[in-house]
């Protein structure tokens, strides 16, 4: 089977074709016809002698998956259920801000983690994405964008999946992402996000590098936390803590903490004050980002009205509690991260 290049960091690939007996530098150029002239076929890279674009051919391929449903919403919003070689289907979405073209994209086929509001859910995990699919999917949104003048801009990986649990190609992508010989997005316009497993929060603090760390916190307790996110249980806020802090004492780097509104559940004025605390109390360095809930027709939450997230943001913020309300995009389309997947794929109406 051949091996995708789009699955390679530059050291890594490097280190692939000296094993060829070619010059590290070949390498460079590889990456420069890929990621800087957007070319895939091997007998186009005239820079590179006839011998070796043999050799690339019979072991190598630079591959992107397809688009197998689209949908368009009125707000900019594009969300794609995108098909691997092995038909395993993932979703990814792009999101226009004033400032860049977001995409969101998901880590795993299906999910293992279990969050009682979430669509991901829905369909559990078959396997990790590896490196070139997950490229991939940035890959096919700039192939959408290209036409109109623009790329992709921002990354965040928290579409369907937990990217700690398929650590090593997540840090690889990040890296062939913001490497300034490939996708060159600054660190800061990358961010991984996590439900909180605290050896990988640990882990990736002492990577050295300055990507954003977002933490799925959904609740200012471990009562209201376990009951909605399996992984507290075995995660709970006497581990989570001290990783969150020694993962702030690594990096440098300031967490968000995301906090998805549900209805009667964790929007009370009550649970704001304990959010208050556990920031102050636990000095963590953190912002707080309040996100309007898509519903989900599988799952009993609702979405908090609009005057109860504006007062509970205004409440945060009179304590000092830096917090944004998201943006809602694609409410017009399958919004939810997990919702087209688990329709298409599992049969949902």
Excluded at 20 to 32: E, N
Excluded at 235 to 255: C, T, V
């Amino acid at each position: 089977m051949a091996k995708n290049l789009l699955g390679y960091t530059l050291a890594k690939l490097t280190e692939e074709f000296v094993g060829l007996g070619q010059s590290k530098f070949r390498a460079k150029q590889v990456f420069g016809w890929i990621y800087g002239k957007k070319i895939f076929d091997f007998d186009a890279m005239t820079d590179i002698s006839k011998e070796f674009r043999e050799v690339l051919k019979r072991g190598y391929c630079i591959a992107l998956p397809k688009i197998h449903t689209r949908q368009d919403s009125s707000d900019g919003t594009t969300k794609l259920l995108v098909e691997m070689e092995d038909g395993a289907k993932v979703e990814t979405v792009l999101m226009p801000y004033n400032y860049g073209d977001a995409i969101c994209i998901s880590s795993q086929v299906g999910c293992n983690m279990g969050c009682a509001f979430c669509a991901s859910g829905l369909l559990k995990k078959e396997r990790n994405l590896e490196v070139y699919e997950l490229m991939g999917q940035v890959l096919l949104m700039n192939e959408l964008l290209a036409p109109l003048g623009r790329h992709v801009t921002h990354i965040d990986v928290m579409g369907t999946g937990e990217p700690f649990d398929n650590y090593d190609n997540v840090i690889d992508f990040i890296k062939i992402a913001n490497d300034p010989f490939a996708l060159a997005i600054g660190a800061r316009h990358i961010t991984v996000s996590t439900c909180g497993l605290c050896p990988g929060i640990i882990k990736y603090g002492k990577e050295g590098i300055q990507i954003n760390l977002a933490l799925s916190l959904h609740a200012p307790n471990d009562k209201l936390r376990q009951e909605i996110m399996p992984v507290a249980k075995a995660y709970p806020f006497d581990k989570l803590i001290p990783a969150l802090q020694e993962y702030s004492r690594d990096s440098g780097r300031r967490l968000t903490f995301e906090y998805i509104m549900l209805r009667d559940f964790n929007d009370t004025p009550e649970c704001a004050d304990e959010l208050i605390h556990f920031i102050r109390d636990n000095e963590l360095f953190a912002y707080v980002n309040l996100i309007p809930y898509n519903e989900v027709k599988e799952k009993p939450y609702r979405r908090s009205e609009k005057s109860r997230v504006r007062a509970f943001a205004d409440r945060l913020l009179k304590a000092g509690v830096n917090c944004t309300v998201r943006k809602e995009f694609g409410g017009d389309i399958d919004a939810a991260c997990g919702q087209l997947r688990s329709k298409q794929v599992g049969g949902r109406k």
